[in-house]
Each structure stands twice: as structure tokens, then as C-alpha cells.
């Protein structure tokens, strides 16, 4: 039984002259047993500390680490029963790849050497690495190292896995190769993950659940999917999505949204919902701007094109309300790669009501989510 639970945790550094950074502030998750999660934020914000408190690399402040019934937070790393996996590899260079893996069973357990070679060979297989086991690192690529690494830690057959950006020195392909085979490997192995990245393609690809980090402080615990489509707060909004929910600063008046460059009318059970708020940010997906609406509805706004970039699959064009603007304001919206658009047409934006969010301007909690009561509206139904 492996379901780890962390419990306010939170860790203040001594930043030296009196300074405390709080880098991880009340974190409250539980992981059940073999979830795969993914711990995703910016740069900074208390990611690796976490991961480091888990794995006993660094001391807990406040709070409590629990795995199964038993605290954790003053047993030793090696006593932990957990794995970690880092983004620099951390192999031993004058070690083979078989060294390296052996060394921690050889460390910590009791096992006969025979058994060590076995285990040691069914890990090494798994990984796809069974050739490589007499080669020392330097005689290795970026991906195989990362391999061995995994395959380190898969050996200890641990009832945690902790990895802390472990894809992040691999090139675009390798990596999207090594997302899927690590989602594959943790489902077979049915092992406890927590995954921590700054991407959010990793993030809503990979796990389970994501749990988002802003500044030390959690803002969200979900799937990848409630993530996207009820962002907790504004913060989640545009974190999860590439590229990023549009966000505009409007005030209520009566029955209308106003912004600086459109007005936006509401149906009354929205205006239900809003109750008495008046200083809100509207979001809206790119994917859900209608572009070319050919109505003259509320909801349908002239614009211009700036900027078209093609991706291939889609466009991303960035469109602005006031084409003489030396430098506009943009929002973007994304259309079907085959779209013929260009930059300085007129195009019509419609932002359907059910596709909108809106956030309480000085908080940014989510006060009204978009409408997922008609699923044609998240996906195609088969
Ligand atoms: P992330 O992994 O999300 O990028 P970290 O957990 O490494 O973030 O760091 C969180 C915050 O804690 C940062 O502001 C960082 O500067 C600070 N920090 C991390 N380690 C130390 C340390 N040993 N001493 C002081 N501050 C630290
Ligand atoms: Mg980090």
C-alpha cells in the first residue's frame, strides 16, 4: 500500500541576512496508490523542493509526509522505499550501465548476487537496454542515459517514483517518444508517480491527475481535462492550454459585459451567477472563437488580422480590434490548417456564451466556468 499524502507541507529557506523564501506553502495532495501524477508549474515555484521533501533530500518546515499510515517526514532517504529519477541523470561515469544499476541493491538490500543480475537484467530489458550493459555512460546518447537512469530506478522496485524533469535534455522527438513509453512502463509497473515538469503538453498528456503550483501554493488538483475546462482560477486558465486562453479586463453594466473594445451581452442565468460582481476578466479559448460568423449577432465582433502562423495541422491567427494601433492588442484563435486567412483581412470573431469563463478580476477565482452540459461541445461525438 502506497498512497502517499502530503499534508500542509510547506518548506521556508534561509535566504541568508535574516531573508526566508517560502518555496512550498500548505501543499495539501493525496496520491493514491499507483497514480501517476504530474506536478506542474513555472520556473521557481517549489516543484523540486517538494519533489526533495518526498524523497528526504531536504527537510520539511511544517506538515506532514505520509506514506500508507507512516509519517515520513524524519526517516532517513535511503529508508524511504522510494526512487528518484533526475533531469540530469545522475549516474556514476566510471560505472557501466550493469554497475550502475547493481550499485543501489548491492548498497541496500541483501540480495544474492545472482538475484541482482537477474533483477538487474529483467529491468534492463524492459527498458530496452539489455545491449548496453557493459558500456560506461560517456559511451552513451542523451535518451539511452535517461534510460539507464529510469532503469535504476525501476530495479529497486520501489513503492515511489519521484522524477523531476527527466525529459526535459532530450530533443522534441525522443521526447514525445520517452512521454508515451514512461505512461506505458508506469501502467504496467502500477507504481506510485509523481512526475514534476514545466510543461504543459507533459502535463496534460501524461498523468492521471495534475496538480498545479503557482508560487509555493497549489491551485489545482485534477484530470488534465478538468484542469482545462474548469480552471479553478484565472492562474490555471492560462497555464494549461497552448497557446493560452485569451483573457480580457471587462466591467459589468446591467445586463452587459463592457470591455474596452467590445461589449458583451449576458442571458439572465448568467447574470444569475454573477450575482453582484462587477470587475471581471472574460476567457476564451482560441479554439472556441468562431471566425467568419456571418451574422450580425451580439456575440460577433469586427476584426482584423495581425499575424498568421501556420502550423500545419491549424492556424494560429492573432487578430486585433483596432487595426491603426501602432502596436495592437492581439488575441489569437485557432482555425483548420486549410483556412485561407491573411494578415490585414476583416474577419468577424464570435465568442459563443457557453465557451466563455469568467474570473473575478482582483482574486482570479473561476466564477463562472464554460458550459460542458452539451458535450458537443468539448468533442466530436463518435
Ligand atoms: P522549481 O523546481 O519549481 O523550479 P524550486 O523548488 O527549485 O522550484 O525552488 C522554489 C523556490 O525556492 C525558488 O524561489 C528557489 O530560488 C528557492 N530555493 C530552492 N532551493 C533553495 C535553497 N537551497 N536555498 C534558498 N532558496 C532555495
Ligand atoms: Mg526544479
Redesign the pocket.
Known amino acids: 500500500m502506497a498512497q502517499l499524502t502530503l499534508d500542509e507541507v510547506t518548506k521556508v529557506?534561509d535566504?541568508g541576512g535574516g531573508e526566508e523564501?517560502v518555496?512550498v506553502d500548505g501543499v495539501n495532495i493525496e496520491i493514491a496508490d499507483g497514480e501517476f501524477l504530474v506536478l506542474v508549474?513555472p520556473?521557481?515555484?517549489?516543484?523540486?523542493?517538494t519533489l526533495r521533501m518526498i524523497a528526504g533530500l531536504e527537510t520539511v518546515t511544517s506538515g506532514e509526509i505520509r506514506l500508507g499510515d507512516r509519517l515520513i517526514n524524519d526517516v532517513s532517504p535511503a529508508d524511504r522505499d522510494i526512487a528518484m529519477v533526475f533531469q540530469s541523470y545522475a549516474l556514476y561515469p566510471h560505472m557501466t550501465v550493469r554497475e550502475n544499476m547493481s550499485f543501489g541493491l548491492e548498497e541496500s538490500t541483501d540480495m544474492a548476487d545472482e538475484d541482482i543480475a537477474d533483477t538487474v537484467g529483467a529491468s534492463a530489458a524492459t527498458m530496452g537496454i539489455g545491449d548496453l550493459l557493459d558500456r560506461k555512460p560517456s559511451d552513451l546518447s542523451g535518451g539511452q542515459r535517461q534510460r539507464v537512469a529510469l532503469g535504476r530506478a525501476i530495479v529497486r522496485d520501489p513503492e515511489v517514483f519521484l522524477m523531476d524533469e527527466p525529459l526535459s535534455n532530450l530533443d522534441a522527438k525522443l521526447r514525445s517518444e520517452m512521454r508515451t513509453e514512461l505512461q506505458r512502463l508506469q501502467d504496467e509497473l502500477d507504481t506510485t508517480t509523481v512526475y514534476v515538469t514545466h510543461d504543459q503538453t507533459e502535463a496534460m498528456t501524461m498523468g492521471d491527475r495534475v496538480a498545479i503550483l503557482n508560487d509555493g501554493r497549489l491551485q489545482q488538483v485534477g484530470t488534465p481535462l478538468e484542469c482545462y475546462h474548469q480552471p479553478a482560477n484565472r492562474f490555471v486558465a492560462g497555464f494549461i492550454g497552448e497557446p493560452s486562453m485569451n483573457f480580457f479586463e471587462v466591467e459589468r453594466q446591467g445586463t452587459r459585459l463592457v470591455a474596452d473594445r467590445f461589449s458583451y451581452p449576458l442571458s439572465e442565468s448568467l447574470r444569475a451567477e454573477l450575482g453582484d460582481r462587477t470587475d471581471l476578466t472574460l476567457g476564451i479559448r482560441p479554439e472556441d472563437i468562431e471566425l467568419g460568423a456571418e451574422t450580425d449577432g451580439k456575440d460577433v465582433f469586427e476584426t482584423v488580422v495581425d499575424v498568421v502562423e501556420p502550423m500545419g495541422n491549424e492556424n494560429n491567427v492573432y487578430l486585433a480590434f483596432d487595426e491603426r494601433a501602432d502596436e495592437p492588442e492581439t488575441f489569437v484563435a485557432t482555425v483548420g490548417g486549410m483556412s485561407r486567412i491573411e494578415a490585414g483581412q476583416p474577419v468577424t470573431a464570435r465568442f459563443p456564451e457557453a465557451a466563455i469563463h469568467l474570473f473575478d478580476r482582483t482574486t482570479g477565482e473561476a466564477v463562472h466556468n464554460r458550459d460542458l452540459a452539451d458535450p458537443d461541445t468539448i468533442e466530436p461525438r463518435l
Do not use: E, Q, R
Not at 43 to 49: A, E, L, N, R, W
Open positions: 529557506f535566504a523564501v518555496a508549474g520556473s521557481g515555484c517549489g516543484k523540486s523542493t
